[in-house]
């Protein structure tokens, strides 16, 4: 199995000024070390995931202003959020063969996730802003997947979930 990440860190592009976030939230996580953490998960859950040789997905690394855009927008709420998904399984697209299938990869979508929500949340919780992040990207990647918490037994089964995710990633977190 093949996994393919990109990883857009909205700190570092050109189009932001020299004083951003970025210098009070700078992002601990390196784009290999997201590759790798985003395959082993995939690798976990693989028997439940659409037949494929490889996997696609984006994760964007934002500030509150952009993601409070984005859930405005697609969401209807006004106000920033930790992290949004946008599966693009959920997407009706038309049948190709099996085998034009598994030739080429499988694009799951994208996540988004505030850095600095990222970082009030990791200090209300008293765990690093790796830790804080790594939970949110493996919340947004069940989303991508079609898990879902519209009721409280949905909400405990994906968050004992992304705790099994943290933990083949060798991060630890209270629930």
């Known amino acids: 199995m093949q ?4 990883v857009q860190d909205c700190f570092f592009t050109a189009a932001r000024s020299a004083a951003t976030s970025a210098d009070l939230f ?18 976990t859950l693989q028997p439940a995931l659409p037949p494929a040789d490889a996997y696609e997905l984006s994760l964007r690394l934002t500030d ?5 855009e984005l859930n405005s927008q697609y969401r209807h709420k006004n106000q920033p959020t930790d992290v949004l998904a ?15 299938q598994l030739s080429m990869p499988l694009y799951l979508g994208d996540v988004v996730i505030s850095v600095e929500t990222a970082h009030r949340q ?7 802003l790796k830790t804080e992040l790594a939970w949110l990207a493996s919340h947004g990647l069940l989303h991508l997947l079609g898990w879902d918490h519209p009721d409280e037994d949905s909400l405990v089964g994906m ?3 992304q705790t099994t995710l943290l933990q083949i990633v060798n991060l630890t977190i209270q629930v």
């Open 26 to 43: 700078p992002c601990p996580i390196s784009t290999s070390t997201w590759e790798s953490w985003f395959y082993q998960w995939l690798e």
């Open 122 to 128: 990791a200090q209300q919780q008293g765990h690093s």
């Open 159 to 161: 968050l004992n979930q």
């Open 86 to 100: 946008f599966a693009a399984l959920e997407v009706n697209s038309p049948e190709l063969p099996p085998e034009i």
């Open 64 to 68: 509150d202003p952009e993601i409070q």
């Open 3 to 6: 996994v393919e990440v990109s």
